[in-house]
């Protein structure tokens, strides 16, 4: 049927179809070749206790070193990947680095992965968490997982039992990007999150808009009151950090304190982050 349907509109669009499809599977070529040769990288981004200052955890955030291209970021390669089913084994891969390096910066905090939709709703998702805990011997608490408002739309109870089964292995679990997507509230009382990422577009307001000062303010004795961390994504001024603090934010992510940066640099970063909040006087 679809065929039949199809055939008369192929014709008709033809020569640009053709020029976009032709495109994606270049694009998709590549990303096989890709993941085949180790051209992709994580950079890690701190994440700071607001109270201290201290880094409290690192998020891992995938790059792609493209021999011709450059530094290729997420956006442009991530949902290809997700569409044509390649995110499950680099997916499995991003969380097999995250581990294995975590547990070479001794005494660091956490480190966050993020899971795709399709990553997360692979039948092998536990297995490979799991797996990357083991060979990496990395403590199951150092590893938190996050996952976008977009997962808990599908299959509901598959998600909860997934969930429930990750945080059996003793793992935690964040919700990204809280507030662009579908968020409803139902979701926060419902899915056993340990973390709520409150949206960079909601912090770009801060102390300038009274409608996102709300906003953070509400998420913020909402998590509170569930239980639940609350992380400010996309700070980036020292104002913005001090509104997180007076409303009670738990830790802030963002420029403010540093850009993402490669895994060789991470262990002299944690040292002068750690320095600086220790000039800071407290509260100030
Ligand atoms: P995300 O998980 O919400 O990650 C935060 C993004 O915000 C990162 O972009 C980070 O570089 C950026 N960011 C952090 N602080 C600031 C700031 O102060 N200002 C601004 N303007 N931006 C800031 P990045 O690294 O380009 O990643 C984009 C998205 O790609 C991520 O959003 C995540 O959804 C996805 N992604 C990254 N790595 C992975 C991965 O390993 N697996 C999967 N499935 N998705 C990934
Ligand atoms: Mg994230
Ligand atoms: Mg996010
Ligand atoms: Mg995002």
């Known amino acids: 049927r679809a065929k039949a349907e199809g055939r008369g509109r192929w014709r008709f669009f033809e020569p640009e179809m053709d020029a976009r499809m032709q495109l994606r599977r270049a694009l998709e070529i590549d990303l096989r070749r890709a993941l085949a040769m180790g051209e992709f990288e994580l950079f890690y981004q701190p994440i700071v206790d607001v109270a201290s200052r201290r880094v409290s955890g690192l998020e891992a955030l995938i790059r792609w070193r493209h021999p011709e291209r450059g530094l290729v970021p997420p956006d442009a390669f991530i949902p290809l990947a997700e569409e044509i089913g390649l995110i499950v084994p680099l997916g499995e891969w991003v969380l097999a680095e995250a581990c294995r390096k975590a547990a070479t910066w001794p005494g660091t905090p956490k480190v966050a992965v993020n899971l795709s939709p399709a990553q997360f709703a692979s039948r092998g998702l ?59 509230l139902s979701y926060l009382q419902r899915f056993p999150f340990d973390k709520v990422k409150i949206d960079r577009s909601f912090i770009r307001g801060l102390e300038q808009s009274r409608q996102s000062d709300a906003i953070v303010g509400a998420v913020t004795d909402l998590c509170l009151g569930l239980d639940m961390t609350t992380t400010a994504e996309g700070v980036e001024t020292e104002a913005q950090f001090e509104a997180l603090h007076r409303k009670g934010c738990r830790e802030a992510q963002g420029y403010l304190f540093s850009k993402p940066r490669p895994a060789g640099e991470i262990p002299n970063l944690l040292k002068q982050l750690d320095r600086a909040a220790r000039l800071e006087p407290e509260g100030a």
């Open 126 to 184: 536990v297995d490979a968490v799991t797996s990357a805990l083991e060979l990496s011997g990395l403590t199951p608490a150092r590893l938190e997982l996050e996952i976008t408002e977009t997962v808990m739309l599908q299959d509901t109870e598959a998600t909860l039992a997934t969930l429930h089964r990750l945080k059996a292995l003793g793992v935690r679990v964040a919700m990204d990007d809280f507030g662009t997507g579908y968020s409803s």
